[in-house]
């Protein structure tokens, strides 16, 4: 009888534990991979798998949706999209856009070494961070121009960069502020300015894998 009670009394504190204890919290974390809204609804595919998951837009404003609707141009066309984001029981809830694009490597595109990329076509630029180096390009062709230094700081909302090479200085202004770039067809969440020799350089701007990476206001 004692034994009884006395399992009964265990199995209820263990209930009573599970019930009470507070919930883990979910991990989120930054996914790649292709995107598409079709009559079943938001499917993902994360770069370098054949899983499919259901997504959940819940981006400020269903960004990632947004983004297909302007973007795709029909229903059930993939694109490339970058967010952040947490597996969930169901799928994929999607809580950050951070960009979109139809043309461009899209998973093809190696970020490991790369903290930052930005690039604009009015007129041309490519810029490339790294970990000690800063890679331009001011024409599509050629080789780029190698600047050293590039810490970057956040100064006023802004995360900022001062690079130099013997001929010029580059300045770099990257902010949180969508950017839409219609020659690669894309939505980021990134501008960037570059300054060098007295001329500025309007781009749009993205992340790489190389940390760390400047948390700046949205």
């Known amino acids: 009888m004692m034994r009884s009670v006395l399992r009964r009394l265990a199995i209820a504190l263990v209930v009573a ?4 204890r507070p919930a883990q919290a979910v991990e ?12 079943s609804g938001a499917v993902f595919s994360p770069c370098r798998s054949a899983e499919h998951f259901k997504l959940e ?11 297909y609707r302007e973007l795709a141009r029909q229903r059930g066309r993939a694109i490339f999209v970058e967010f952040i984001g947490a597996r969930m029981a169901q799928g994929i ?15 093809g595109e190696e970020l490991s070494t790369v903290r930052m990329r930005a690039y604009g076509f009015n007129p041309f630029v490519q810029i490339e961070l790294r970990e000690a180096r800063v890679f331009l390009r001011l024409r599509p062709a050629g080789e780029p121009e190698v600047y050293s230094g590039g810490a970057l700081r956040v100064e006023n909302g802004e995360a900022r960069l001062e690079a ?7 300045r770099l202004r990257v902010r949180a ?8 067809n894309g939505v980021f969440s990134y501008e960037a300015v570059v300054e060098v020799r007295g001329t500025p350089y309007a781009a749009c701007a993205y992340w790489g894998d190389l940390e760390p990476i400047p948390a700046l206001p949205r």
């Open 177 to 184: 502020r969508a950017c839409r770039e219609p020659l690669s």
């Open 164 to 170: 130099t090479r013997a001929d010029s200085v580059l």
């Open 93 to 107: 809830r999607a809580t950050r856009f951070e960009r979109a694009l139809t043309d461009g490597p899209g998973c």
């Open 57 to 67: 837009d819940a981006t400020p404003g269903q960004a990632l949706e947004a983004a």
């Open 28 to 39: 989120e974390r930054l996914w790649r991979g292709n995107f598409l809204v079709g009559r």
């Open 17 to 20: 534990w599970v019930l009470v």
